[in-house]
């Protein structure tokens, strides 16, 4: 995890699907406008389980317990994104972060399905 105010080379390349929408010059100015928290999340189906957190991109239709449902007010102003695919994480991993600031994490066995909740 780290926090960055993002180079507009970045933005560029992380939405460059969406350089020819209406709402691109908005999107650019409002990813720039502050710091962003960027982060790499792993786990067991961690794209399908942090979607479901997340929540839908439109808050209108975010469930409420959701990130996007509780604290997003506009799809505008999306205050999250994640990956759609594996693929697509590993294309924004490699965007987002050098290698020196990765970390390979693995619990040693620490972890047991038998501890209490």
Do not use: C
Not at 69 to 76: C, E, L, Y
């Amino acid at each position: 995890m780290k926090m960055l105010q993002t180079p507009d080379s970045i933005l560029a390349e992380h939405y460059q699907d969406l350089q020819r929408k209406p709402f691109y010059p908005a999107l650019i100015s409002y990813m720039s406008s502050g710091p962003v928290v960027a982060m790499v999340w792993e786990e067991y189906n961690v794209v399908r389980t942090s979607r479901a957190m997340i929540g839908h991109s439109d808050s209108t239709e975010a469930a409420p317990g959701t990130i996007r449902g509780d604290f997003s007010i506009h799809i505008s102003r999306n205050i999250i994104h994640a990956s759609d695919s594996v693929e697509g994480a590993q294309r924004e991993i490699q965007l987002w972060f050098q290698s020196s600031e990765l970390v390979n994490w693995a619990d040693g066995g620490h972890y047991s399905s038998s501890y209490p909740a």
